[in-house]
T-cell receptor
């Protein structure tokens, strides 16, 4: 069973802090990795994608990938209350379908 | 440019009935995938269609079927509805089979089976 595991949380951080979200995957054939943000009652919104080992930065978001450790993470700097949502990690490989984790609920406290 | 559009947004059906959900992808995107998301879980892959052909199928019973039209829109059909089919059904649009450029979700169809 190809799986994506996320720390289930919930995770609470104060406003302005760094939120760290983690994800591991079991399928070594996975090639592309994605972070989606999902507000309550809404659909997932793509916020980051990463394919190569290392860091990828986009504004306040940094995705990190370590294929040897089969580990993906998302850092959110200067967290805002509007970042409060469930964050979904997803992997895609040769099957070209997204395999999702169960999500981590993040709350940013004002 | 319009994003991914799904219809209807909400639906209530009775056990044993059949339902059809519709999806229009982003203009220029040729691949549509369907996902089921139950409360508290991540989306689960149901189907992928590309150029009107089924290119992938998840672990769902034969009661689930789909098709893609020449304009790349898609329909998901579920027959003989069960209470457990109650979920958010998501359509994802991508340029092609390769998801490197991302898969973008519509607003979803909330299906309730009573």
């Amino acid at each position: 069973q190809k799986e994506v595991e996320q720390n289930s949380g919930p995770l609470s951080v104060p406003e302005g802090a760094i939120a760290s979200l983690n994800c591991t995957y079991s399928d070594r054939g996975s090639q592309s990795f994605f972070w989606y943000r999902q507000y309550s009652g809404k659909s997932p919104e793509l916020i980051m994608s990463i394919y190569s080992n290392g860091d990828k930065e986009d504004g306040r978001f940094t995705a990190q990938l370590n294929k040897a450790s089969q580990y993906v993470s998302l850092l959110i700097r200067d967290s805002q209350p509007s970042d409060s949502a469930t964050y979904l990690c997803a992997a895609s490989g040769s099957a070209r379908q997204l395999t999702f984790g169960s999500g981590t609920q993040l709350t940013v406290l004002p | 440019d319009a994003g991914v559009t799904q219809s209807p947004t909400h639906l209530i059906k009775t056990r044993g009935q059949q339902v059809t959900l519709r999806c229009s992808p982003i203009s220029g995107h040729k691949s549509v995938s369907w996902y089921q998301q139950v409360l508290g879980q991540g989306p689960q892959f149901i189907f992928q269609y590309y150029e009107k052909e089924e290119r992938g199928r998840g672990n769902f019973p034969d009661r689930f079927s789909a098709r893609q039209f020449p304009n790349y829109s898609s329909e998901l059909n579920v027959n003989a509805l069960l209470l457990g089919d109650s979920a958010l059904y998501l359509c994802a649009s991508s340029l092609g089979l390769d998801l490197r450029q991302g898969a973008f979700f519509g607003q979803g169809t909330r299906l309730t089976v009573v």
